[in-house]
C-alpha cells in the first residue's frame, strides 16, 4: 500500500480529517475528539468537587449550597464515572480481527502493525522530505535501530508492543471491566473494584502518552493535546441558575 494513502488513513482515524490542514471539522468518533472530550468532561466533574469540598468548609452556609445535595452528589458521581469508564472502553478497544470501525488507539496500533511492512525509512523519510532530518530522528524512535540506521530499518514489532502495553494497564483493565459489568449489565456483585478519581487519572495518563506518541513519531506533531480546554471560572460561571431555563417533564 501507498505510504501516502496509509497517513491519510491514520490520519482521519485519529482526527477525522483528511490532512491535518486547519478548517476542517474533527469527526465526533475520531480519537482526538473523544479524549478532549474525556478530559473535559473530568475537569468539570472535579471542579463541582472540588467547589463543594471548599464550601463545606463554612458549615453555617453549607446547607444552602447545591454541593451539600447528597441526590446530586450521587447523580454526578454515577455520571463521571460511567461516562469515564465509556471513554477508556472506546479508546482503548481491541476489535482482534483487525481494521474495525470503533476508533480506539488500540484499533489504529493493530493496523499499523499490520501494514508495517509498507513503511521503511526511505518511504517514511521521503513523505517528509521537507523534513527529512527530523523525520529521520522520528523514525530512530520507531525502529529502535539507534545509530545503526539504514534504508530498509522498519517499524519496530517491539515498539508497537510497548505501546500497547500502555493501553492495557491494570487501571485500564479494571475501568473496561466496570463498563462491561456494571455500566452495560448493572452487575455490581461481580465488580469487586472501587472507580476511584486517581484510577481514572491513571487512565488519562496512559492514553494521552499514547495519543502524543504517535502524534509526534508518525506525524511530526509535538503538541500538549490532552489538556482541558476548560476554565474553572467558566465551568462555575452561572453555577447559581437552574441547568434549564425551561423543561417537559
Known amino acids: 500500500m501507498d505510504i501516502e494513502n496509509l497517513f491519510k488513513k491514520w490520519e482521519k482515524y485519529l482526527t477525522g480529517k483528511v490532512d491535518h490542514q486547519p478548517g476542517q471539522v474533527l469527526a465526533n468518533h475520531s480519537v482526538m475528539v473523544n ?10 466533574f472535579r471542579t463541582f468537587n472540588d467547589a463543594g469540598f471548599e464550601m463545606s468548609k463554612n458549615k453555617d452556609n453549607y446547607e444552602k449550597h447545591f ?13 463521571h464515572q460511567e461516562t469515564q469508564s465509556l471513554y477508556v ?14 476508533c480506539s488507539l488500540m484499533n489504529l496500533l493493530t493496523d499499523i502493525e499490520k501494514n508495517s511492512c509498507h513503511v521503511n525509512r526511505k518511504s517514511f523519510c521521503d513523505f517528509y522530505k521537507n523534513e ?8 530512530d524512535s520507531l525502529s529502535e535501530s539507534g545509530a545503526n540506521r539504514k534504508t530498509s530499518d522498519k517499524i519496530s514489532k517491539n515498539y508497537i508492543k510497548q ?19 456494571v455500566v452495560a449489565h448493572s452487575d455490581f456483585e461481580s465488580f469487586g473494584g472501587n472507580l476511584s478519581i486517581e484510577k481514572i487519572q491513571k487512565c488519562h495518563k496512559s492514553i494521552i502518552e499514547v495519543y502524543r506518541d504517535i502524534e509526534l513519531n508518525f506525524f ?17 460561571q452561572k453555577a447559581d441558575k437552574p441547568f434549564l431555563e425551561r423543561y417537559a417533564i
Not at 527529512?132 to 523514525?139: G, I, R
Not at 502495553?165 to 479494571?174: V, W
Not at 511530526?220 to 462555575?236: A, C, P
Open 89 to 102: 472502553r472506546r479508546l482503548t478497544e481491541d476489535s482482534g480481527k483487525g481494521w474495525k470501525d470503533t
Open 67 to 79: 454541593c451539600s445535595n447528597e441526590h446530586l452528589i450521587r447523580a454526578l458521581t454515577k455520571w
Open 163 to 181: 505501546l500497547k502495553a500502555k493501553l492495557r494497564t491494570l487501571e485500564i483493565l479494571e475501568v473496561r471491566a466496570y463498563t462491561d459489568q
Open 35 to 44: 479524549i478532549q472530550r474525556m478530559v473535559n468532561d473530568d475537569f468539570i
Open 220 to 236: 511530526l506533531r509535538g503538541s500538549d493535546f490532552g489538556e482541558t480546554t476548560l476554565s474553572k471560572e467558566l465551568v462555575l
Open 132 to 139: 527529512e532530518a527530523y523525520a529521520n530522528a522520528m523514525f
